[in-house]
């Protein structure tokens, strides 16, 4: 095999020419999503108001799922019946899922009001109703982990939903070992792999501009030569 | 009609329901809605601080 | 460009919405505002844990529930052993009840998975349990050796004393042609109110178990169990579904999913709970691909809280 030393192969335009398959892989991604873009310092001057806050809000309180879910999960799902620590944790667990739904809702009434949609974001807007409805999913099945009379009577009673609709015998709400595995591994990973992509979709968009936004607005007249925009032109 | 239902039944503790008719909420599911109406109307009022535009 | 209606398409098109920025900014902290959040939303974790806790309700056991209501439990047992409770009744995925499956118009996913939980309740419940005992009953024999036929005019006359006994108290039926039935649930009654019948039920003889749904199908033909849910605003006519024990909020985001319930023609229908769940899917799908939908993807344009939002924009034009 020849190995290629020196300059790495550029076409004319200067981009670098990646001849493996990792090599156009990363090509791709950063044609797709520059450094600058993923992690950007600054944001256009439309992105001033309260209602953006809550989609960071949401992850927030998601890393604090996740973090009590693990003590939870480490120590079974009745050790918080006995345990004042546990009790404690389990509080911790119950508030930043509610704190979790709140803002994640309040950051989906904002995004349908801004139409943030608009622009080829509509996967993003996909992703973060992926989001919801699979955080749902995984919120019932804690319920059913609670080990308590709540628990009981949830498995009781939601049963009739999922047999109605053929699936109650795969997915047995009164299987507390099933419900645990979908409740601690398969369900948080989905959850997290949802609610990364749709951060990395928000940053290779950008953020929607405002439903009038108009060529001649000040915001985008007279605006100095901007190399770092100026040249990623994409169509 | 608002009716405040405090049931009696064995186990302690059975909460506060708030009943219009057909709907019925929870006390504490009321709070948490009406927060979050509340947090939206705010986060749309109230102004962002932060340095103006640049170029 | 004239003064056209805004788009609300989700088409990228070589508008202002689909290409890069290229205006004004602002600086704006994306790790800051992470750390910023983390720190709120931790503080407020804290806080509302600290202050609130979270609601622990003891479960109800079969045992707990021959000790407070026996009554319950021997009526209870009795339909368990006929056939006629709601377990019993069900269809798939735990039994082949025939016309038992809630449909769809001519659909019926109910039967689709087949018996794949089997559940036959007079053995699984209470035949099999006593069996266990030490010194299992005599009247098992009685039982098992009589025709279904049998069986069936026994627990439907012991059923019917029951409920016209005074309390529906087993010890005031009047004497009568209930054959083995009034022993064996006797018998159940006392094996669940020592509390040897919670282990029997759940494992099946085995020493793990995991799978609760014949303790909980048992609880849940009962009338105690759902009683003590019905107290808590647990069921689904209450809008139980997003509601929690005590004064805890619970699911308020299945707010939809319980609404249903309490409308028609959802409330009186047999197929409620498949009615309701295509609804959601429907409705869910609806918001999902509300940027393909004409009409609806408008009405952020025709409702414009978005000149709200971007105030400081639109006055600086």
Known sequence: ?235 | MLGIRQADAGMPDTGIYFQWGDFLIQFGNLVVIATMVVLFILALVLPFPGRRSRK | MSKSLASTSWRARNDIASRPWPGTTREYDLFKELVVGLVVVGLLVLGLSAVFSSPDEPTVTLKSWAVADPADFVATATTELGGTSGTAGYGPPYNSTPDATQKFGPIDLQSLSGVRLPIDTANDFVIGPLQTLPTPPAAIDEWTKASDAQHTAWTTAYGDALSKAPDNDPAKVPSGDYGPVPALTGALLAMAQQGTLDPVLSAKGSFYNADYKASILFLGDGSYFPGLADAQHLTGDQWGMMNETGNYPGQSWLWLFSALYQLEPFKSSPSADVLVVFSMVILTLLLTLVPFIPGLRSLPRRIPLHRLIWRDYYKHR
């Open chain 1, 1 to 235: 095999m020849t190995v290629h030393r020196g300059p790495v192969p550029t076409a004319d335009d200067g981009e670098p020419r990646f001849s493996t398959w990792t090599g156009k892989a990363r090509g791709w991604a950063l044609r797709r999503l520059p450094p600058d873009k993923l992690l950007p310092e600054d944001q256009p001057s439309y992105v001033s108001s309260w209602i953006y806050v809550f989609g960071m809000g949401a992850v927030a309180a998601f890393a604090y799922i996740l973090g009590s879910g693990a003590v939870l999960a480490l120590n079974g799902p009745t050790w918080f019946h006995a345990s004042a620590f546990g009790r404690f944790i389990n509080s911790t667990h119950l508030w930043s899922v509610e704190l979790f739904f709140m803002f994640m809702v309040i950051h989906l009434w904002g995004k349908f009001w801004m139409a943030a949609w608009r622009g080829g974001r509509v996967l993003t807007w996909i992703t973060g109703m992926l989001a919801f409805v699979v955080s749902i999913v995984t919120a019932f099945t804690g319920y059913l982990l609670q080990t308590n009379f709540d628990s009981q009577w949830i498995a009781f009673q939601a049963k009739d939903a999922l047999n109605a609709v053929g699936v109650g015998a795969w997915f047995n709400v009164a299987d507390l070992g099933q419900i645990l595995m979908w409740h601690i591994t398969l369900l948080p990973l989905a959850v997290a792999a949802i609610v990364a992509l749709h951060v990395v979709l928000v940053r290779m968009h950008g953020v929607v501009p405002p439903l009038e936004a108009a060529a001649s607005d000040a915001q985008l007249r007279s605006t100095a030569p901007n190399p770092a925009t100026e040249s990623e032109d994409t169509k």
